[in-house]
Structures are given as C-alpha cells and as structure tokens.
C-alpha cells in the first residue's frame, strides 16, 4: 500500500459525548483499516468490539509503549527508555509475574473496605464546596482532588504530606502545565515516593506499599525502585481517569434530568448506571495501543510484524452487534461487557476501586448538592478532545 | 451447568465476583476461586456473563 493511499484519522468530535463521526463509518466500512495520524505516523485503527478484543487478549501483540511501532498520538518522539518499563508495557511472561505481585490489593474485598474512608473524602470536598464561593470549578474543587487523596489513602501517604502529593500531581494533569513544570512535579513526587518507601522500609505500616515491602522481605531483598515505579503508575492511571469520570457523569446526569431523578430515587441503581457510564464516555481509548510482534492475520487484513494497531475502544463500545441502540445512554442497560478498562491480562487494576469511588460520588454529590448545575451554557465547555484521556477541562457550577 | 475455572489465566481484576459473588470468590492473592462448581439454575445468567466479560478467558462452562 502506497502511503498516498492511506487515509488520516481525525480525533475531533463534533459532539462531547460521541466519538468523532468517521470512526463509526470505519466500523462500518474497513474495521481494521490502515490510518494516518495528525502527528504523521500510520496506524492499523480497529473500531469493531469483537476485533479490539481480540487484540488486547492475543499475546502477539506487544503492550511496549516505547516500540518504535507503537500507535502514540502524542507529537513527541516516545519517552526515553531509562526508566525501568511500567506494568503497563510488560508483555508476557514478565508481565503476568509482575501483575501477580500487586493483584492481592486490588481484589473487591479490599477495594470495599476504602468504601468508608472515600465516603469520607468526597464529604469533606463537598462541605468545603458548600462552604465557599459560588460558582466553583467542580474539576479543580472535586474531581481530581478526591482520587488523589484515595490514591494517598492506598498507598499510606501520610496526611501531612497529602498537600504536596496533591500539588505535584494536579501539575502532571493540567495541561496547561510546561514541559518543564512536569519534569520537576514529575522528579519531586519520585523522590518523594524514594523517601516514603525508604520510611516505610524503617517502621512498616499496613497499607499497599508496606504490605509489599513485608513480601518482598520474605522472598529476599526490598527492591525500592520496583516500588517507586509501581506507586507512581497508580498515580498516573488512576488519577485523571478517576477525575474525568466525575467531571463528564456530573455533566451528562445535569443534563438529562429524568434519568438523574430516577437514579436518585433509587440508589441501587447507582452501580449499573456507572458501568454505563463508563462504557458511554470510554475515555482512555487512547491509552489502548499494542504493537504487532509478528505478522498476524485478522479480520481479512494482514498485520505485519512491527506495525501498530490504535484500539478505538470508544467506537468499539458503541458496536450494534454488542450493545442495542449503542448511542444511547441507557442506564439501567448493566452491561458489563464493555472496553472502557480494556481487556485482556492489562484489563485496568483498579477497576473495581474506580467504580467505587464514582458510585460513592454520584450517590453522594446529587444528594447533597440536589441544586447543582451547570454555572455557563454547556457549549461553552472546553472538552480535552487532544489528551490521551478524554474530559473537561474547566466546569463551573453552582447550585 | 459445570463451571471449570484456569488459575493460571486468571488476571484477577474480579469481574467475576462482583458479578455472581456466590459463584466466584478471589484468595488474598487476587486469583479466582470457584466456590460452586454446579451452580442452580437461577445462577446461570450470572455465571454466563462472567464467563463471557472474564478478561482472560479463565472461567469455561459446560452445558
Ligand atoms: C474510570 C477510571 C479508569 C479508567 C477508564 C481506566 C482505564 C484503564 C485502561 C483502559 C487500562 C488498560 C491499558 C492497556 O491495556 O494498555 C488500564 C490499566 C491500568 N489501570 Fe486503569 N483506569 C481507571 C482507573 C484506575 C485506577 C483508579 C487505578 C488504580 C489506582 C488504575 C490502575 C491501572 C493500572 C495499574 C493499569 C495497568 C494494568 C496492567 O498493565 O496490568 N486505573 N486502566
Ligand atoms: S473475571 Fe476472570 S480474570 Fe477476573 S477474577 Fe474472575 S476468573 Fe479471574
């Protein structure tokens, strides 16, 4: 195929809560079709939820971000390969190894026992909400600061450091930040993660990161920049995503009031309707890029070994041979069977923790703040259509 | 219906149990345990959508 003939893959929408309207007709027309992106590079895009599954399942594919192959949207070349590789770009057998280390924390028992302490921080944001001006930025005032602080509460940072946690890690996300901001955010929450794992080394505590140097005593030596690693990729995974979560329910919920009345009138409801939520907006789908390690046939096309494959889980999820009327937010549907924290051995640790925290929040937000709305006419909201994670940038509200 | 599970394929992220938590269970490690093997009837539709959502295919059914 000549380069000529590939065609460019847009990622605008022309509406927040679809994906742009020409995945759809790739979905429709050539499910696994080779594509350019705005930054140049080419692609395999695959839209259909049967195809995408069976990439993120298929060990021939490779989860290596800093694979020259691999689909990045990102206008910069891959970050330099110093840093030891993250959980999220292990292939097997390494990764399984490693995933079976840290999977102990992360099962729905121990997810549950956060249930009260999260109930706790979402409170206190949402007093202090009550307690200040009117409008407030809900992103800036609610949420990211709620998941950072449960990502403090799982790694045991303790309070007083709760401030600077949050500080660095709020300039990570805001994309206003300068590269060079971000380096030093990023280098002062590494050494500060050194520091706590060093302290926590000294005086074990009974949270993720102590109970993981107890273990790794057992089998032998503490290996502290294994540590850092992992606690920074909680950070980096569960923060934004969490955040962006809260920010687009809140919105979609304000904006169809009949579907956020019969929610609140019915609290068991609560848990379906996130597993809705969550396959509506499927925000991280461009975080889901593999990279072929050997030439593979799908779906009539052929893969080549070293070629990328962009799982467009977003369009994926709205498959009608998967999900009835797809575009619809249906909340009561209670469909499990979505991509929105992917699939396969990288399907997302911290799923169970997510859909904690957004239930927690959708119960208690609307409760308590039951004349919340919108401070600014919706479509003078700014969405992050160029971030890896798609969300809201600023959403003033007032009650 | 008989439900055979693969520990080894397993990648513990609990769909299972939080679909059909009669059924599924997790140890301390993360990894699925089967708590009934021949579940009754009423169980079933649960049973089939774990197996079907399982990432990694580790929950087989015979019916
Ligand atoms: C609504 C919020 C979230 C969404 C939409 C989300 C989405 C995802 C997706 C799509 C993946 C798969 C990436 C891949 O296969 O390449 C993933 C992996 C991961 N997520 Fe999440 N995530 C969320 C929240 C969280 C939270 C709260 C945590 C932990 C505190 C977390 C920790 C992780 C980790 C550690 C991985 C890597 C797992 C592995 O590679 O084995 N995520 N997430
Ligand atoms: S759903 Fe599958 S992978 Fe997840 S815990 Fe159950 S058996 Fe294991």
């Known amino acids: 195929m000549s380069s000529e003939l590939i065609s460019p893959l847009s990622m605008t929408r022309t509406c927040p809560y679809a ?18 992106l705005p930054n140049g590079r080419t692609t ?11 990439i993120l399942s298929d060990p021939r594919f490779s989860s290596n971000r800093r694979d020259p192959g691999f689909p990045s949207l990102s206008r910069e070349p891959p970050p330099a390969s110093d840093l030891k590789k993250l959980l999220l770009e292990l292939d097997p057998p390494e990764h399984g190894q490693a995933r079976r280390t840290v999977l102990g924390e992360f099962t729905v028992q121990r997810t549950q026992a956060l249930g009260p302490r999260i109930q706790q921080i979402v409170d206190q944001h949402i007093d202090a909400m009550l307690a200040g001006p009117r409008p407030v930025d809900l992103v800036q005032a609610f949420s990211l600061p709620v998941p950072s602080l449960v990502i403090c ?4 940072v303790p309070y007083a450091d709760h401030e600077f946690f949050q500080t660095r890690s709020g300039t990570l996300v805001n994309q206003k930040s300068t590269a060079e901001e971000v380096a030093r955010a990023t280098g002062e929450l590494m050494m500060y993660l050194g520091k706590l794992v060093a302290a926590k080394a000294q005086e074990p505590t009974d949270d993720l990161l102590g109970r993981q140097i107890a273990k790794q005593r057992e089998t032998g030596e503490v290996d502290f920049g294994d540590l850092v690693a992992m606690a920074f990729l ?16 809140t919105l979609v919920l ?6 956020l009345a019969a929610l609140r009138q019915d609290p068991a409801k609560t848990l379906a309707a996130v597993e809705e939520l969550l396959r509506y907006f499927t925000i991280a789908e461009q975080a889901l890029g593999r990279v072929a390690r050997e030439d593979v046939e799908l779906g009539g096309v052929q893969i080549r070994a070293g070629e990328g494959v962009l799982l467009l889980a977003n369009t994926g999820n709205r498959d009608p041979q998967v999900f009835e009327n797809a575009d619809e937010l249906d909340l009561d549907r209670g469909s499990r069977n979505h991509l929105a924290f992917g699939f396969g051995p990288h399907q997302c640790l911290g799923q169970n923790l997510a859909r904690l925290e957004l239930q927690i929040v959708i119960d208690t937000l609307f ?6 709305r919108s401070a600014v006419p919706v479509d003078e909201l700014s969405f992050k259509t ?4 798609y969300g809201i940038r600023e959403f003033p509200v007032t009650w | 219906m008989r439900v055979l599970v693969d520990e080894n394929k397993c990648c513990g992220a609990g769909q299972c149990v ?14 699925v345990i089967l708590l009934d093997e021949s579940p009754p009837k009423e169980l079933h539709p649960a049973v089939r959508e774990a197996a079907c959502v399982c990432p990694g295919a580790a929950i087989v059914l015979e019916e």
Request: hydrophobic share 40%; charged share 30%.
């Open chain 1, 19 to 36: 994906p742009p309207a020409e995945h759809r007709r790739l979905r429709e027309e050539a499910p696994i079709a080779k594509v350019k």
């Open chain 1, 234 to 249: 909680l950070l980096i995974a569960g923060h934004e995503t969490t955040a962006n979560m809260i920010s687009l329910s």
């Open chain 2, 18 to 31: 939080m679909i059909a938590p009669r059924v599924f269970d997790q140890r301390d490690d993360g990894i």
């Open chain 1, 44 to 54: 395999w895009a695959v839209t259909k939820h049967e195809h995408i599954r069976a």
């Open chain 1, 254 to 259: 304000l904006q169809q009031p009949e579907k």
């Open chain 1, 153 to 156: 509460e799982l790694l045991g």
């Open chain 1, 367 to 372: 409760r308590r703040i039951p004349e919340l």
């Open chain 1, 386 to 389: 160029d971030a890896t994670v």
